[in-house]
């Protein structure tokens, strides 16, 4: 159910900050097809679901896909609001599965059939529509994935229906990819090809084929444990509390054991964790929109003031404030200044794959 007295609509700012993690420019411009519904109308003329919002006078959300050769990719933001797919046997329409997470804060509900689970940002949510669907966001959110034929994709397990939540290092690794698929369909013009789709496809049935084994058979895989992490970081950094503790515990392997796959890299879990912060932080100092620095501590997860100015010191050899300064008289057209330690943040598994040897 949707609380009551939520706030229908979106931030302005939010759209912003979220149109710039998918790489769509400010205007819109992508090579995805865009969608803009606002409110009652934009209700009514929601292309997938019956949407159920408290304040539907408010009502607004961004919707971004792509049809692929064998999937549809999406980006979307939706206010607090829930989804419904209602199923209808001997429907023409086939059924599909949707796979996808979520990455703004906020925990959100998917009910399937009978079933109901409860899921964070950055965790996988793998469901058919074989059975009546709905998913319930209590907070802004940024559902992002792709939808695929159940045919293509086959297997008694997917026509049962129902949710698939195999929380795996596995699973982790395959949140990565699906988000950086989706990124790429909805903000760039390059072709993606068979041997992509094929590779996204092959990856759900892996996840699938998962539910009910050992899940923690591939924590000695370096590649597959950077990858978790990294996804952890892109999806929790925000968070003031979150560290190397949180990640380990995440990933169901010992903290000791989490260092050794990182033994070889040329930055540690913490320093991934405040390079990510200090991007943020950067996009919030360049923004048009004015915000403080206790505002931007707090959105990027430096969590204070001085902690703020402690980490862009050490990184930039300026303040937060200079920076800014030195921004307007470059008229925001040269680059942000080098760090002391240029960041290589570790997000892609196959990229990663050549140093994994020196583990």
């Given at each position: 159910?949707?609380?009551?007295?939520?706030?229908?609509?979106?931030?302005?700012?939010?759209?912003?900050?979220?149109?710039?993690?998918?790489?769509?420019?400010?205007?819109?411009?992508?090579a995805a097809a865009a969608v803009h519904l606002?409110?009652?109308?934009?209700?009514?003329?929601?292309?997938?679901?019956?949407?159920?919002?408290?304040r539907p006078e408010t009502f607004e959300c961004v919707l971004y896909s792509r049809k692929l050769t064998h999937l549809t990719t999406r980006c979307d933001?939706?206010?607090?609001?829930?989804?419904?797919?209602?199923?209808r046997p001997g429907a023409e329409k086939p059924p599909h599965v949707y796979v996808f997470l979520t990455g703004l804060p906020g925990r959100f509900v998917v009910r399937s059939g009978h079933e109901q689970r409860v899921y964070e940002p950055g965790e996988l949510v793998i469901v058919s529509s074989a059975q009546p669907l709905s998913v319930a966001f209590s907070a802004p959110a940024d559902p992002t994935g792709f939808v695929i034929g159940l045919d293509v994709l086959g297997g008694d397990r997917f026509s049962r229906g129902g949710l698939v939540v195999p929380q795996s290092l596995l699973s982790r690794a395959a949140s990565h990819f699906v988000r950086g698929l989706a990124h790429a369909a909805a903000a760039h013009q390059d072709p993606i090809g068979p041997d992509v789709e094929q590779a996204a496809i092959e990856l759900v049935r892996a996840v699938v084929a998962?539910?009910?084994?050992?899940?923690?058979?591939?924590?000695?895989?370096?590649?597959?444990?950077?990858?978790?992490?990294?996804?952890?970081?892109?999806?929790?950094?925000?968070?003031?509390?979150?560290g190397v503790?949180?990640?380990?515990?995440?990933?169901?392997?010992?903290?000791?054991?989490?260092?050794?796959?990182?033994?070889?890299?040329?930055?540690?879990?913490?320093?991934l964790i405040s390079v990510r912060r200090m991007v943020i932080a950067r996009?919030?100092?360049?923004?048009?929109?004015?915000?403080?620095l206790g505002e931007v501590a707090?959105?990027?997860?430096?969590?204070?003031?001085?902690?703020?100015?402690?980490?862009?010191?050490?990184?930039?050899?300026?303040?937060?404030?200079?920076?800014?300064?030195?921004?307007?008289?470059?008229?925001?057209?040269?680059?942000?200044?080098?760090?002391?330690?240029?960041?290589?943040p570790v997000l892609d598994p196959v990229a990663d794959e050549s140093q994994a040897g020196a583990l």
């Open positions: 159910m949707i609380p009551r007295g939520v706030r229908g609509g979106l931030d302005p700012q939010l759209v912003n900050r979220w149109r710039r993690g998918i790489g769509v420019n400010a205007d819109g411009d992508s606002r409110g009652r109308a934009g209700v009514a003329a929601h292309p997938c679901a019956t949407v159920v919002t408290a933001l939706y206010p607090p609001s829930e989804l419904r797919w209602p199923h998962c539910e009910g084994s050992e899940l923690n058979r591939v924590r000695d895989d370096s590649v597959m444990v950077r990858a978790a992490a990294a996804d952890l970081i892109e999806s929790r950094c925000t968070d003031p509390e979150f503790a949180d990640i380990a515990r995440e990933l169901r392997i010992s903290r000791r054991h989490l260092y050794r796959h990182f033994a070889g890299s040329s930055q540690s879990l913490s320093d996009e919030l100092l360049d923004a048009q929109e004015s915000h403080t707090s959105a990027s997860g430096f969590g204070t003031v001085a902690t703020l100015r402690s980490h862009f010191r050490a990184t930039h050899d300026m303040t937060p404030t200079e920076y800014q300064r030195q921004s307007a008289i470059d008229d925001r057209t040269e680059a942000p200044p080098s760090a002391r330690s240029p960041a290589r």
